[in-house]
Protein backbone atom coordinates (compact mmCIF):
# COMPACT_ATOMS: atom_id res chain seq x y z
CA UNK A 1 0.00 0.00 0.00
CA UNK A 2 1.24 3.49 -0.57
CA UNK A 3 2.19 5.51 2.12
CA UNK A 4 3.91 8.53 3.57
CA UNK A 5 5.74 9.50 6.49
CA UNK A 6 6.57 12.45 8.22
CA UNK A 7 9.15 11.80 10.87
CA UNK A 8 8.57 15.30 12.43
CA UNK A 9 6.31 16.54 14.40
CA UNK A 10 7.39 20.07 14.66
CA UNK A 11 10.04 22.18 13.11
CA UNK A 12 11.29 25.24 14.48
CA UNK A 13 12.95 27.97 12.54
CA UNK A 14 14.27 31.63 12.87
CA UNK A 15 12.81 34.06 10.43
CA UNK A 16 15.35 34.48 7.40
CA UNK A 17 17.06 30.90 8.31
CA UNK A 18 16.45 27.66 5.33
CA UNK A 19 13.57 25.47 6.43
CA UNK A 20 13.26 21.89 5.85
CA UNK A 21 10.50 19.58 6.44
CA UNK A 22 10.88 15.94 5.86
CA UNK A 23 9.32 13.22 4.12
CA UNK A 24 9.71 9.58 3.02
CA UNK A 25 7.50 7.65 1.11
CA UNK A 26 6.46 4.09 0.41
CA UNK A 27 5.02 3.51 -2.88
CA UNK A 28 5.01 0.62 -5.90
CA UNK A 29 5.74 1.95 -8.90
CA UNK A 30 6.00 5.83 -9.68
CA UNK A 31 5.09 7.98 -7.14
CA UNK A 32 2.91 10.88 -7.18
CA UNK A 33 3.83 12.99 -4.29
CA UNK A 34 2.56 16.29 -2.86
CA UNK A 35 2.75 18.71 -0.42
CA UNK A 36 0.15 20.55 0.89
CA UNK A 37 -0.21 23.45 3.72
CA UNK A 38 -3.00 24.45 5.95
CA UNK A 39 -3.61 27.38 7.93
CA UNK A 40 -5.56 27.26 11.23
CA UNK A 41 -9.48 26.46 10.88
CA UNK A 42 -8.85 26.54 6.70
CA UNK A 43 -9.03 23.53 4.58
CA UNK A 44 -5.44 22.17 2.70
CA UNK A 45 -3.60 24.32 0.20
CA UNK A 46 -1.80 22.36 -2.42
CA UNK A 47 2.06 23.92 -2.41
CA UNK A 48 3.71 21.63 -4.95
CA UNK A 49 3.94 18.23 -6.61
CA UNK A 50 6.26 15.74 -8.25
CA UNK A 51 4.47 13.70 -10.76
CA UNK A 52 7.61 13.08 -13.84
CA UNK A 53 11.37 14.90 -14.76
CA UNK A 54 13.39 17.06 -12.58
CA UNK A 55 14.02 16.25 -9.11
CA UNK A 56 13.52 19.60 -8.00
CA UNK A 57 10.12 20.61 -7.87
CA UNK A 58 8.89 24.68 -7.74
CA UNK A 59 5.75 25.63 -5.96
CA UNK A 60 4.00 28.61 -4.73
CA UNK A 61 4.80 30.82 -1.77
CA UNK A 62 9.10 30.17 -2.67
CA UNK A 63 8.58 26.68 -1.86
CA UNK A 64 10.34 23.74 -3.42
CA UNK A 65 10.94 20.00 -2.75
CA UNK A 66 13.43 17.53 -3.67
CA UNK A 67 12.66 13.93 -4.94
CA UNK A 68 15.20 11.84 -4.03
CA UNK A 69 14.40 7.88 -5.26
CA UNK A 70 17.21 6.42 -3.42
CA UNK A 71 16.11 7.64 -0.59
CA UNK A 72 12.60 7.63 -1.13
CA UNK A 73 12.25 11.23 0.42
CA UNK A 74 10.79 14.17 -0.78
CA UNK A 75 11.84 16.83 1.46
CA UNK A 76 10.28 20.38 1.32
CA UNK A 77 12.36 23.00 1.72
CA UNK A 78 12.53 26.77 1.30
CA UNK A 79 15.60 29.47 1.43
CA UNK A 80 14.58 32.18 3.66
CA UNK A 81 11.75 31.58 6.36
CA UNK A 82 8.65 34.05 6.73
CA UNK A 83 6.54 33.94 10.10
CA UNK A 84 3.68 33.71 8.13
CA UNK A 85 5.16 30.30 6.52
CA UNK A 86 4.25 29.30 9.94
CA UNK A 87 1.68 26.12 9.29
CA UNK A 88 1.02 22.65 9.36
CA UNK A 89 2.29 21.01 6.72
CA UNK A 90 1.40 17.78 5.06
CA UNK A 91 3.14 15.29 2.54
CA UNK A 92 0.78 12.90 0.62
CA UNK A 93 0.68 10.21 -2.00
CA UNK A 94 -1.26 9.64 -4.92
CA UNK A 95 -2.45 6.01 -4.57
CA UNK A 96 -3.47 3.47 -7.27
CA UNK A 97 -6.78 3.65 -5.81
CA UNK A 98 -7.36 7.18 -6.96
CA UNK A 99 -6.94 8.75 -3.60
CA UNK A 100 -4.42 10.82 -1.91
CA UNK A 101 -3.07 9.62 1.53
CA UNK A 102 -1.72 12.11 3.73
CA UNK A 103 1.14 11.62 5.93
CA UNK A 104 0.55 12.74 9.89
CA UNK A 105 1.49 16.49 9.46
CA UNK A 106 4.23 18.72 10.41
CA UNK A 107 3.72 21.63 12.54
CA UNK A 108 6.31 24.85 11.34
CA UNK A 109 7.34 27.42 13.72
CA UNK A 110 9.08 30.20 12.46
CA UNK A 111 10.17 32.45 15.04
CA UNK A 112 10.70 36.44 14.53
CA UNK B 1 -16.92 29.68 -9.64
CA UNK B 2 -14.57 30.83 -6.53
CA UNK B 3 -13.69 26.95 -5.72
CA UNK B 4 -14.91 24.29 -3.51
CA UNK B 5 -17.34 25.38 -0.99
CA UNK B 6 -18.86 23.55 2.41
CA UNK B 7 -21.49 24.17 4.68
CA UNK B 8 -22.32 24.46 7.37
CA UNK B 9 -18.83 25.65 8.52
CA UNK B 10 -19.42 24.64 12.12
CA UNK B 11 -22.17 22.40 13.56
CA UNK B 12 -22.52 21.32 17.54
CA UNK B 13 -25.03 18.58 18.02
CA UNK B 14 -26.15 16.07 21.11
CA UNK B 15 -25.06 12.91 21.12
CA UNK B 16 -27.68 10.16 19.10
CA UNK B 17 -28.87 13.41 16.71
CA UNK B 18 -28.14 13.37 13.42
CA UNK B 19 -26.61 15.78 11.32
CA UNK B 20 -25.90 16.27 7.41
CA UNK B 21 -22.77 18.34 5.05
CA UNK B 22 -23.58 19.95 2.22
CA UNK B 23 -20.23 19.87 -0.09
CA UNK B 24 -20.44 22.08 -3.56
CA UNK B 25 -16.86 21.05 -5.73
CA UNK B 26 -15.63 23.05 -8.81
CA UNK B 27 -18.59 22.90 -11.29
CA UNK B 28 -16.30 21.07 -13.78
CA UNK B 29 -14.80 18.65 -11.59
CA UNK B 30 -16.33 15.03 -11.88
CA UNK B 31 -14.92 13.76 -8.95
CA UNK B 32 -15.47 14.82 -5.20
CA UNK B 33 -13.96 13.53 -1.89
CA UNK B 34 -14.94 12.93 1.75
CA UNK B 35 -11.82 13.18 4.55
CA UNK B 36 -12.05 13.04 7.90
CA UNK B 37 -9.25 15.19 9.75
CA UNK B 38 -8.95 14.94 13.89
CA UNK B 39 -7.31 17.29 15.86
CA UNK B 40 -3.06 17.51 15.00
CA UNK B 41 -3.56 14.64 12.55
CA UNK B 42 -3.19 14.04 8.63
CA UNK B 43 -7.06 13.86 6.38
CA UNK B 44 -8.11 10.18 6.56
CA UNK B 45 -9.74 9.24 3.30
CA UNK B 46 -13.93 8.25 3.55
CA UNK B 47 -15.32 8.11 0.33
CA UNK B 48 -15.04 9.47 -3.17
CA UNK B 49 -17.40 9.81 -6.22
CA UNK B 50 -16.90 10.23 -9.92
CA UNK B 51 -20.29 11.86 -11.23
CA UNK B 52 -22.90 10.51 -9.45
CA UNK B 53 -21.26 6.90 -8.51
CA UNK B 54 -20.06 6.28 -5.25
CA UNK B 55 -16.45 3.81 -6.03
CA UNK B 56 -14.43 3.41 -3.22
CA UNK B 57 -15.41 3.62 1.06
CA UNK B 58 -13.33 3.33 3.69
CA UNK B 59 -13.35 1.15 6.24
CA UNK B 60 -13.92 4.02 8.48
CA UNK B 61 -17.23 4.72 7.27
CA UNK B 62 -19.56 3.03 9.21
CA UNK B 63 -22.90 2.70 8.60
CA UNK B 64 -23.94 5.32 10.59
CA UNK B 65 -22.23 7.15 7.57
CA UNK B 66 -23.38 7.86 4.31
CA UNK B 67 -22.98 10.32 1.16
CA UNK B 68 -24.38 10.78 -1.76
CA UNK B 69 -23.98 12.52 -5.11
CA UNK B 70 -27.67 13.01 -6.49
CA UNK B 71 -27.05 14.23 -9.49
CA UNK B 72 -23.25 14.56 -9.62
CA UNK B 73 -22.56 17.85 -8.74
CA UNK B 74 -23.15 18.50 -5.29
CA UNK B 75 -23.00 15.69 -2.15
CA UNK B 76 -23.51 15.45 0.85
CA UNK B 77 -22.44 13.41 4.19
CA UNK B 78 -24.94 12.48 7.11
CA UNK B 79 -23.87 11.00 10.34
CA UNK B 80 -26.94 9.17 11.70
CA UNK B 81 -26.94 8.55 15.90
CA UNK B 82 -23.26 11.08 16.15
CA UNK B 83 -21.51 9.60 18.76
CA UNK B 84 -18.24 11.90 20.45
CA UNK B 85 -15.77 10.50 18.64
CA UNK B 86 -17.18 11.78 15.15
CA UNK B 87 -16.02 15.18 16.04
CA UNK B 88 -13.90 15.93 13.50
CA UNK B 89 -12.98 18.23 10.57
CA UNK B 90 -14.46 16.97 7.29
CA UNK B 91 -13.15 18.09 4.60
CA UNK B 92 -14.46 17.98 1.19
CA UNK B 93 -12.68 18.03 -2.35
CA UNK B 94 -13.01 17.97 -5.88
CA UNK B 95 -10.90 17.01 -9.29
CA UNK B 96 -11.17 16.06 -12.34
CA UNK B 97 -10.84 12.19 -13.26
CA UNK B 98 -7.54 10.95 -14.94
CA UNK B 99 -6.01 14.72 -13.45
CA UNK B 100 -6.03 13.17 -10.07
CA UNK B 101 -1.88 12.97 -10.00
CA UNK B 102 -2.18 17.30 -10.46
CA UNK B 103 -4.00 17.19 -6.47
CA UNK B 104 -7.13 18.54 -5.31
CA UNK B 105 -9.02 21.60 -4.56
CA UNK B 106 -10.04 21.38 -1.14
CA UNK B 107 -12.66 23.32 0.63
CA UNK B 108 -12.60 25.01 4.49
CA UNK B 109 -14.00 21.81 5.92
CA UNK B 110 -17.22 21.67 8.28
CA UNK B 111 -15.99 21.24 11.93
CA UNK B 112 -18.57 19.30 14.23
CA UNK B 113 -18.54 18.69 17.58
CA UNK B 114 -20.28 16.26 19.16
CA UNK B 115 -21.15 16.49 22.82
Known amino acids: AQSVAQPEDQVNVAEGNPLTVKCTYSVSGNPYLFWYVQYPNRGLQFLLK??????LVKGSYGFEAEFNKSQTSFHLKKPSALVSDSALYFCAVYSSASKIIFGSGTRLSIRP | DTGVSQNPRHKITKRGQNVTFRCDPISEHNRLYWYRQTLGQGPEFLTYFQNEAQLEKSRLLSDRFSAERPKGSFSTLEIQRTEQGDSAMYLCASSLAGLGGYGYTFGSGTRLTVV
Open chain 1, 50 to 55: YITGDN
